[in-house]
């Protein structure tokens, strides 16, 4: 901004000043642009985990080109025990310092290392990712040292307590028989002090009333003296009242005469006739002091140099009688006043007032003067008085200080009679006390003393057990129980061996945990197991906020339960206030919980979670978004997230403390153990909530009661046995004590009868708990595939409830235990697509069977995995019949499996006995060898896995059968009116799709059944639709409508809001009970998993199997429909074929390109528009237009989905099977005839709706392919793939058991790959490499057609070499940090890792479905053809390889045109007739042919070729693909093709999809080439018999 720059070129102005350059504003800006380049540092820091990282380098260049780069490497070994060592070298370690203290520093940086190897271990068999940084470790730091003191400070205090109690007690006993002692020899000496003080007592008795008698008669005479005085007293102060009259007017004329001086003495002295009053002032004067009263005497007496002096020192006590008179005259002379005086004269005033003063007080002393005499004569006789009474006082204080002595020396004997009486007593007393003492806490002692002693070791293992505490703080909140064990006990051992004190059975929750603290976090949520205790501690005693992992929502009830007492507040992780909330928090105190977080913290939290507190005026503030908040200590921060598996990158776990809160096994098994019991013995668990509830009170009471008894014998001073009030609450408290107990002991042992009666519906709970966790697994399938565990608590709950009631114990588990497995089976597998749904059944089954033991951990191991890396030289001699792969399998099981330790024998010596198995189509049901006639289904299915694993999958569906019934391998149908009464206002109904379903027909259905279609509203969500969505929802919440929000997926940016609308939905009691919200949506990670767990799920999918389509049809076919038509047994025929026919065509895409080139979403609305398709027709018309009904719904209501030719003529052959006469005719099969199918798939006889269904329920499960068509072989090809996927899936979700290792880290590995490959890259094609003749000319000076075909061919197979040669010497640089990665080199990187071919690569490739090693031999192989086409030329070329081109479609008109060139023929006019030869391969071929070209490399899939009757003929068992023999080209003019052949496309890829060109072909489409056969071409069709230049591997 310009006022920057204002104040930038202000203070830059003075250095250009002084550097000499001109201070232009150019200059200024220029000189400081300068000093920032030269002395601005700025330091980026980021983390290189994850591929943000790469990606900001990708897109700013800059970052390498302009930057240092300074990796900061793991922290070394040296580094780690260099900053211990810093830190732990003040700690006081005891005599062992020296072993211990390098033992600590080398267990620190131990720990550190292990826990990093931990976490690569744990996310390999976990998939679970961990970051392991240094600030874990000074954290580990940090907790050590702070809860090292902590734990020292509050042990020091508990041995010091127990130590004194034990003193005390001690003490006690050792004093108890001295005081006996002493109590014996006391009582001797107090009689004689008792005979003694009676004597004192009797003289001080008599004394005493002598002195008393004295002491009267001086009270009498004080009294008479007291009179005199008092009389005396009363003249003394009668006549100084009198004079103190006569004191004021003299004081006053006393003050004036001080304030006269020479000068007013002189101003009288100089008047020659004075004033009148002068002059009687003056007269009066004289008068007093004796002149005369003239004028002339009144001057001699003015002039006197002392009259002033002579008027104060006046004696007025004795003035004459005579003057007094005189006087007289003046005093009443009304003029001789002094305010009348004062006219004329100052110091006449002040004289007047003395002549006044004096006569005043001659009046009052001649009154006074007597009383002055009377008052000297009573106060003569007063003195003697005085006297005598002296002498009388004195002779009483003799008698008195005689008796005091007496007193006194009673007194000291009755003090130390009386003393020796409280000693006695006191030590009577004391015996007494030390009785209660020692008596109450006699056991008490013993137990202290014990301790005292355990705690004294304790104290010095605190050195190691708090150490292994802070470790697994810092260190293990995000592991799993299992790898905390792991960890915890290899750090143990390593303690021992480096000689760290350490407990022998340490735990978390006995080093740091209390009691009391824990038995109250029980109460409010939190689980008992030590698992959750644990995550508990690390939620209350780490360093850093914590962040739970909390899928479940436990530690979220627990935290808020724990907290309500405190206010706390909740917010969501989306919350617009959070900073407003923790504002507020931060500055009350008040905890907060930030719910839902996600994998990223918001930047603003950054000064909480780092507690940036700093200090400003004495105040403690943080900064919380713009404002500095007071930061409050009882401010606490929880956060948790309901992400099962979220990955948090360094950044994150730095700032928090993560905590994995994930339920375990055995604390759900206990909270599911207290639902069952709540619900079968609602009083025992009420009896064992009260007792949890007491138990935890009264041990909190004992526990403060002993610290009180220790408290108060610690504090007490002096002798204890002397406090009786100590005593007195020690002995009540140890009766309390004692009461307590009891009731504890008591309690204890109903605890113990209740548990014990609890655990007898222990399997209940176990069963429950293993359903739960087999749940939750489902989540590592499927993003969609969410439930909360209150939702499963709440179906358990049900199930309890449901299920059939049993007075025998053992019956009523077994009826809970399986309704709620096929209950909760049934309400999960609705939300479960259809390929996952026997998964969930077999995890369940296998779940079970493994916690009954049924199914060993080996054998579970051997199931999924296989043998695994076995030294085949260790096993017996493999037979011929064997495979390798499947002989080892079998030998592994049978050292590993004890039931089948014959099994390999048995196997190798007598095959025939195993034929059987190996040939049945139905394996599981085939009879084993008789040794093996009983073995359990478990083991069977092993059997089958060594023998038929394309059959797995149906042995897994039969297992599941024998296990858990039929029921769990069903699919039902879904029927919303079973699923509806599940939904309520406040619980979504969530449809989960799969490409092409739409189930908006299916929910109208049901609203029109339910008569509420004019009720609901559907929008389908996307752009700009969503605040239209919020709207309807809450006009519906309101009215009771049904709102359908479809194609949810596409709202990305909208699912938040859902969630919080979704979420309001909870406890909103405004909502009308009609209310419902439907969901639709594909599968999308980003989808709101509360909304998913608080909802009603159902997947809609086309059904999977004849069976289930078929199922599904029907049951959405009303008896209307049925009845619907004017040609009742026409349209019911062929209604059921058309159903039949969407079955087919739905189930043929399982088999991949055999099925279907395309993948195409055929739906229901396909079948509804063709049943109605057919019904308009059928009543149309009178004769059934069977070509209209093939056209119409083939080529348009299917068809009209169909983009490929080959797709359509196989849709078009499918269709005719159903739509055809013959259809109308009972029993027709739907199956080619002569096959087992044909007469289980038929046109079923004329018998009602129900008969239709019931027919559709007696169909198999498993689908026989001939139904479809197709050669068994097609069923092995989809079999191995299910059984594949099957076992991927399952060993996915399960722990790894294996992983980590000494090979090669990923860079490694993709440096060496791509320098071997580079060496491997073939030289470019070049035409100075050709023969003499094959760029030679022809007549007209051009090159022939092949000429050009070679030459574009060799342009891009060079293309190819050079991309792959350059980018592999790309990689390399980038991997080295020579040049940037891109996102190509990124992308190739990454595939070079999963042996994929590199997008850089294919963009210019040949299509190839190849995995990278065998697509680069196959470029190989490609470039040496190339190569020598080059060397030899057409000519030479008698086969060519039709695969190895890129454009081989171009080969193919270069023939054509060679030809219609040679015999002058028009181009148009040709095409290929074929000729499939004798000859196998190239090699074979000694010249090429006259005509056309010879071509190999062919492969033939869904048939194969009779080399005897060189037609096609069925593939053999177990053969996939078979090749094809040399196939002659010839262009032949105006040629036509025989019907009876079979028309074969050629494809590039066994893919057969590709993209429609301009040609109207697919690009994977070459050319049909027409092939021999016996057999309708429609057969051939249906097989999706076809020819592939390449296979996939």
């Known amino acids: 901004a310009n006022d920057e720059w204002e104040k930038i070129l202000r203070d830059v102005r003075p250095h250009c000043k002084a550097a000499g350059i001109a201070e232009t504003k150019d200059n200024i800006k220029a000189h400081f642009v300068h000093r920032v380049r030269e002395n601005l540092h700025i330091v980026l820091a980021m983390s290189p985990v994850g591929s943000a990282f790469r990606v900001r380098c990708r897109m700013f260049p800059s970052l390498i080109n302009c930057c240092t780069t300074d990796w900061y490497d793991k922290w070394p070994a040296e580094a780690l025990q260099s900053v211990s060592h810093q830190f732990f070298s003040p700690l006081e370690l005891g005599e062992h310092r020296d072993t211990i203290l390098p033992g600590l520093c080398d267990m620190a940086s131990a720990i550190h290392s292990s826990v990093g190897a931990m976490a690569e271990r744990f996310y390999a068999e976990q998939k679970r990712r961990f970051y392991v940084t240094p600030k874990s470790f000074l954290e580990l730091i940090a907790l050590y040292l702070g809860a090292l003191d902590e734990k020292r400070a509050e042990m020091d205090v508990g041995i010091s307590r127990l130590s004194i109690g034990t003193k005390k007690l001690n003490e006690t006993n050792e004093m108890v028989q001295n005081m006996q002692e002493e109590l014996a020899a006391l009582q001797p000496e107090l009689e004689k002090k008792s005979a003694e003080t009676n004597v004192l007592i009797e003289q001080v008795t008599k004394d005493s009333q002598a002195a008393a008698e004295k002491k009267a008669k001086v009270a009498v005479e004080e009294a008479a003296v007291k009179k005199t005085a008092e009389e005396v007293q009363a003249q003394a102060d009668e006549a100084q009242a009198d004079l103190d009259a006569a004191m004021p007017a003299l004081a006053a004329a006393v003050d004036a005469l001080k304030s006269l001086n020479k000068n007013d003495i002189t101003e009288i002295k100089g008047f020659k006739s004075p004033p009148p009053l002068v002059m009687k002032v003056m007269e009066a004067v004289c008068i007093l002091l004796g002149a005369k009263p003239d004028w002339d005497s009144a001057k001699k007496v003015l002039g006197d140099t002392q009259f002033l002096q002579k008027l104060m020192d006046y004696d007025k006590d004795n003035i004459a009688p005579a003057a007094i008179k005189k006087i007289l005259a003046y005093y009443d002379d009304p003029e001789f006043q002094p305010e009348v005086v004062a006219k004329v004269s100052k110091a006449a005033t002040s004289l007047c007032m003395w002549v006044r003063a004096m006569k005043v007080y001659d009046e009052v002393a001649k009154v006074v003067e007597p009383k002055r005499q009377a008052l000297a004569s009573s106060t003569a006789m007063l003195e003697a008085e005085k006297a005598k009474l002296k002498k009388v006082q004195d002779e009483l204080s003799a008698v008195i200080a005689n008796v005091e002595q007496l007193q006194k020396t009673c007194d000291e004997a009755v003090a130390e009679k009386q003393r020796l009486e409280e000693a006695a007593d006191t030590t009577s007393k004391r015996l007494v006390r030390a009785g209660k003492l020692t008596g109450g806490l006699a056991d008490e002692g013993v137990r202290w003393t014990a301790t005292v002693g355990e705690l004294n070791i304790e104290r010095v293992n605190l050195i190691g057990n708090v150490f292994l505490s802070a470790a697994f703080i810092a260190y293990l909140g995000f592991f799993t129980a299992p790898y905390r064990k792991l960890l915890v006990d290899d750090w143990i051992e390593q303690c021992r061996e480096m000689q760290i004190p350490t407990s022998d059975s340490y735990s978390l929750v006995r080093s740091m945990g209390e009691p009391v603290k824990i038995r109250e976090w029980n109460i409010w949520g939190l689980p008992v197991d030590e698992y959750s205790t644990e995550n508990g501690i690390l939620a209350t005693k780490g360093k850093r906020w914590p962040l739970a992992i909390d899928p479940q929502g436990q530690a979220n009830k627990w935290i808020r339960a724990m907290e309500q007492r405190n206010s706390s507040r909740s917010v969501k992780g989306n919350d617009a206030t959070i900073l407003r909330t923790l504002e507020n928090a931060i500055r009350m105190g008040t905890p907060v919980v930030l719910e839902d977080v996600g994998e990223e913290l918001d930047p603003s939290l950054e000064p909480v979670l780092q507690k940036q507190i700093f200090k400003q005026g004495g105040r403690s503030l943080i900064r919380v978004g713009d404002s500095d908040v007071d930061y409050n200590e009882a401010f606490r921060f929880y956060m948790t997230t309901k992400l099962p598996n979220p990955h948090y990158l360094p950044e994150v776990c730095i700032k928090v403390t993560l905590i994995n809160f994930t339920v375990t096994l055995e604390g759900l098994e206990d909270q599911l153990l207290g639902l069952v019991v709540r619900e079968e013995r609602p009083d025992l668990e009420r009896t064992k909530n009260d007792l949890v509830v007491s138990l935890a009170a009264d041990k909190k009471q004992l526990q403060e009661l002993e610290d009180k008894i220790l408290r108060l014998l610690s504090a007490s001073e002096g002798n204890i046995l002397d406090d009786e009030v100590l005593i ?68 358990f709950l049900v199930c309890i409830q449901k299920s059939d009631k049993s007075p025998e114990l053992d019956a009523r588990l077994s009826n809970i235990m399986e309704y709620a497995s096929l209950t909760i089976y049934n309400n999960v597998s609705r939300g479960l697509f259809g390929e996952h749904k026997i998964t969930f059944s077999f995890m369940m089954a296998t779940a079970i069977m493994r916690q009954r033991g049924d199914i060993s951990d080996v054998e579970w191991a051997l199931f999924l995995m296989g043998a695994g890396i076995v030294d085949e030289a260790t096993l017996p001699a493999r037979p011929a019949h064997a495979e390798p792969d499947q002989w080892t399998l079998i030998c592994t099981i049978s050292q590993r499996v004890e039931a089948l330790h014959e099994f390999a024998r048995s196997y190798g010596a007598s095959p025939a006995e195993w034929q059987a198995l190996t040939d049945a189509e139905q394996p599981w049901g085939a009879l084993l060898p008789a040794t093996f006639a009983g073995l359990s289904s478990w083991h069977r299915l092993l059997v089958m896995k060594c023998f038929r694993p394309e059959k797995l999958i149906e042995c897994v569906g039969e297992f599941i059968a024998v296990e858990m019934g039929r029921a769990y391998i069903e699919q039902l149908p879904l029927d919303l009116h079973v699923v509806f009464p599940d939904a309520q206002p406040h619980t979504p109904l969530v449809f989960v799709l799969s490409a092409g379903a739409d189930p908006m027909s299916t929910i109208i259905r049901y609203a029109t059944d339910v008569d509420y279609l004019k009720r609901m509203h559907a929008i389908s969500l996307g752009q700009g ?55 639709t949506s594909m599968p999308a990670k980003y989808f709101p998993v509360p909304v998913l767990q608080a909802s009603v799920k159902m997947t809609f999918e086309p059904p999977k199997g004849l069976r289930a389509n078929l199922k599904g049809t029907w049951a959405t076919v009303t008896d209307k429909q049925w009845d619907g038509c004017s040609k009742p047994l026409e349209w019911r025929k062929l209604l059921f074929g058309v159903a039949f026919f969407h079955a087919v065509v739905q189930e043929r895409r399982k088999f991949g390109p055999l099925g279907w080139n395309i993948r195409y979403e055929f739906n229901g609305t396909d079948l509804e528009m063709s049943m109605e398709t057919l019904r308009m027709f059928l009543d149309e018309q009178e004769v059934i237009p069977w070509a209209a009904l093939l056209y119409v719904t083939g080529q348009i209501n299917y068809g009209g989905r169909v983009t490929d030719d080959w797709d359509r003529r196989n849709l078009m052959v499918a269709l005719r099977r159903f739509y055809r006469p013959e259809v109308l005719e009972d029993g027709f099969p739907f199956a080619p005839a002569g096959t087992p199918a044909a007469s289980t798939y038929y046109s079923i006889a004329e018998g009602g709706l129900q008969a239709v269904r019931d027919w559709v329920d007696g169909l198999p499960y498993d689908d026989p392919v001939t ?59 070049l035409e100075e490499n050709a023969g003499a003749g094959t760029f030679a000319l022809n007549e007209k000076g051009e090159l022939n057609s092949l000429q050009i075909v070679l030459l574009a061919e060799m342009g891009r197979f060079n293309k190819l070499l050079r991309r792959v040669s350059g980018s592999l010497a790309d990689l390399g640089k980038a991997i080295k940090g020579l040049i940037t990665m891109s996102a190509d080199l990124d992308a190739m990187y990454g595939a070079m890792l999963k042996n994929q071919v590199p997008l850089l690569w294919a963009k210019v490739s040949y299509p190839s479905l190849k995995p990278l090693s065998s697509w680069f031999k196959d470029l190989q192989e490609r470039v040496r053809f190339m190569r020598g086409w080059l060397a030899a030329g057409v000519s030479g070329m008698a086969c060519y390889s039709l695969p190895a081109f890129f454009f081989p479609q171009g080969f193919m008109t270069g023939i054509l045109q060679m030809h219609a060139r040679r015999y002058s023929i028009p181009i148009d006019s040709l095409s290929f007739s074929y000729e499939i030869r004798t000859e196998e391969t190239a090699a074979a071929c000694a010249a090429p042919p006259e005509d056309g070209v010879y071509i190999d490399g062919f492969f033939l899939d869904g048939a194969r070729w009779d080399r005897e009757k060189r037609q096609l003929a069925d593939s053999r068992p177990t053969v996939m693909y078979d090749t094809l023999p040399v196939i002659h080209f010839v262009p032949t003019p105006h040629f036509e093709r025989s019907e009876k052949d079979y028309e074969c496309p050629l494809y590039k890829t066994a893919v057969r999809a590709g993209v429609l060109s301009t040609t109207g072909q697919s690009t994977n489409f070459v050319v049909a080439v027409d092939m021999p056969t016996d057999r309708d071409p429609d057969y051939w069709v249906a097989m999706g018999t076809a020819m592939l230049c390449a296979l996939a591997s």
């Not at 605040?1027 to 009771?1040: E, R, T």
């Not at 992983?1299 to 060496?1312: C, H, Q, W």
């Open 728 to 795: 007195d609450t020690l002995s009540d408290s140890k009766v309390t004590s004692g009461v307590i107990q009891g009731r504890v002991k008591e309690a204890e042992e109903t605890e113990a009868q209740i548990n014990e009666t609890r655990l007898g519906y222990k399997p209940a709970a176990t069963r429950g708990s293993i359903l739960y966790f087999t749940i939750a697994d489902l989540g590592n399938i499927g993003e969609m595939y969410q439930f909360s565990l209150d939702y499963f608590n709440e179906l």
């Open 1267 to 1325: 139904v479809f068509g197709l050669h068994p072989n097609a069923k092995i090809t989809f079999e191995r793939q299910e059984t594949d996927k099957l076992l991927a899936t399952v060993t996915a979700i399960q722990p790894r058991l294996g992983g980590g290792g000494d090979g090669l880290s990923e860079e490694e590995t993709v440096v060496a790959l791509a320098e071997k490959l580079k060496a491997e890259v073939p030289e470019l094609l």
């Open 1025 to 1079: 639709q969503g605040p239209i969505a919020a709207q309807l929802i809450k006009d519906a919440c309101a009215s009771g409508d049904w709102i359908v929000l479809q194609n949810c997926h596409l709202a990305k940016s909208w699912m938040p809001k859902l969630e919080k609308i979704v979420e309001s939905f909870s406890g909103n009691a405004s909502i009308h009970p009609s209310f419902r919200l439907w969901l």
